[in-house]
């Protein structure tokens, strides 16, 4: 069964900080791993996508890198600014269906 | 707006009391799914739907619960006798497949709240 494990769980930092934030999957065979943002009491938004075949996406201040062999992800966040205070989920595909399986979050907080 | 919709945003309901809750997915989308958040986790799968077949459900979804998707469109998630640990944020996604270099997007979701 695929496990999805995200740290830390909570993170506070001031505006302009880059900042990493850290996703680990137990199960190798994913056919591509998500990153979402979402605000409180509110749905999911896509912020990247990479495919099993791929090693890093960009968009913006965004950068997010995967290495399939260690089941590792990272969301890597260039200049924090107060409005990308959020909690950010990782995701990953496996098997058929589309089906995803997320980790818990990181609550992420960016302070004038 | 062309985006997921889901209603209502919120529900307040007795335990043993019937509810309902509908999803309308992006107009070109074949998959829908749907997906369970409690508080301070990460969504749990339930169900997805290719046009209007059901084709899996998670073991989360007990006898309780029922979804249908009558014609390929928009999707009903109904919960029976519902109980306290049934409160959460119930969340709708779509999707164009096969196409797997997309994402799912996800409505607002619907946060149930069972006294």
């Known amino acids: 069964k695929q496990e999805v494990t995200q740290i830390p769980a909570a993170l506070s930092v001031p505006e302009g900080e880059n900042l990493v934030l850290n996703c680990s999957f137990t199960?190798?065979?994913?056919?591509?791993l998500q990153w979402f943002r979402q605000d409180p009491g509110k749905g999911l938004t896509s912020l990247l996508l990479?495919?099993?075949?791929?090693r890093e996406q960009t968009s913006g201040r965004l950068n997010a890198s995967l290495d399939k062999s260690s089941g590792r992800s990272t969301l890597y966040i260039a200049a924090s600014q107060p409005g990308d205070s959020a909690t950010y989920l990782c995701?990953?595909?496996?098997?058929?269906?589309?089906?995803?399986?997320f980790g818990t979050g990181t609550q992420l907080k960016v302070e004038l | 707006d062309t985006g997921v919709s889901q209603d209502p945003r919120h529900k307040i309901t007795k335990r043993g009391q019937n509810v309902t809750f509908r999803c309308d997915p992006i107009?070109?989308?074949?998959?829908l799914y749907w997906y369970r958040q409690t508080l301070g986790q990460g969504p749990e799968f339930l169900t997805y739907?290719?046009?209007?077949?059901?084709?899996?459900k998670s073991r989360l979804l007990s006898d309780r619960f029922s979804a249908e998707r009558p014609k390929g469109s928009f999707s009903t998630l109904e919960i029976q006798r519902t109980e306290q640990g049934d409160s959460a944020m119930y969340l709708c996604?779509?999707?164009?497949?096969?196409?797997?270099?997309?994402?799912?997007?996800f409505g607002p979701g619907t946060r149930l709240t069972v006294l």
């Open positions: 990479i495919q099993s075949s791929q």
């Open positions: 995701a990953v595909e496996t098997g058929g269906g589309n089906k995803l399986t």
């Open positions: 199960d190798s065979a994913i056919y591509n």
């Open positions: 996604a779509s999707s164009l497949e096969p196409l797997r270099t997309d994402t799912q997007y």
């Open positions: 107009s070109e989308h074949n998959r």
């Open positions: 739907f290719q046009n209007e077949a059901q084709l899996e």
